[in-house]
């Protein structure tokens, strides 16, 4: 697998994330978060065990620990993200979840010393503007939402590091990737269950509808959106660098709203527009520039020697 494959591989990750979006948009009036992720996610565990069940049992203990800590990370950062939804906007929390591709060389700068390259540091720049004007957050102030899912983006920037470090290391051993995959949704029920408990002795509804609408979502959410793109994720991550893995994940929210056009028929604003523009530059075209500076570089020796 090439980087540039992988890194293709990781868009189609972040357009099925996107996509919940559109899935979802009405499921969350009726139904409590916490039930809708520890549903999407049992299921997503149930067909991981069908598929890797063997290798769950073939898995040494260090890798089990990883993985476990692995599936901590995800599904605390996944149950405050939903949390913190319920107390801000959708453009606030496109934004702040976005912001994660600051945090990611922050993190791989403390845990391994990694120094971040320019070429990642002017894609952040980029994304962090795009994200700016394509999620207009500033229309309602910062609140305890924000800070919520603030605190989510830090514990996926620790997530992508560590899952890029882990996987690197066992790269050639399916079983263990696969079991990883499994592990990290069954810790992800597990805490998605605790908080299903809680919004029961706090007197909210948790029994869902399962109407077709509700069905459909709950089918796409746990099978595409899960088991397909954290199978993905897990394996074909470590072929790029988490801070670049980072600037695509940041695409989503443009992904989101690419799709509720198609099926939901919303149009983007020219706000949006100016934003979509400049997160697509950002995740291109510093990586473009260094690949040309490489090409000169590398072809200027040879130049030289023909022109003596």
Known sequence: MTKRGAELLLVGVTILWGATFAFIKNEMVDTQPS???ALRFGIASLLGLLLWHGNLRRLDARTRRRGVVLGLLYGTGFLLQTVGMQHT???????VTGTMVVFVPIVNRLLHGTPVKPNHL????LVLVGLWFFTNPQEHGVNLGDAITLLSSILWAVYLTYIDVWTREIQDDASSLNALVVLQFIV?????LVMVGVDAANGHAVLPTFDTQFV???????VLASLVATFVQTRYQHYTHPVRAGV????????????AWIILDERFSPMQIVGASVLLIGTVVPDLVVASIQRRTEQTPTTREQDV
């Open 35 to 37: 039930v809708f992720v």
């Open 89 to 95: 906007t959708a453009s606030a929390s496109a934004f």
């Open 122 to 125: 002017a894609s952040i720049v």
């Open 188 to 192: 992800t029920v597990v805490l998605a």
């Open 216 to 222: 459909v979502a709950l089918a796409y959410c746990a």
């Open 248 to 259: 695509i994940y940041a695409l989503e929210p443009l992904a989101a709203a690419a799709i």
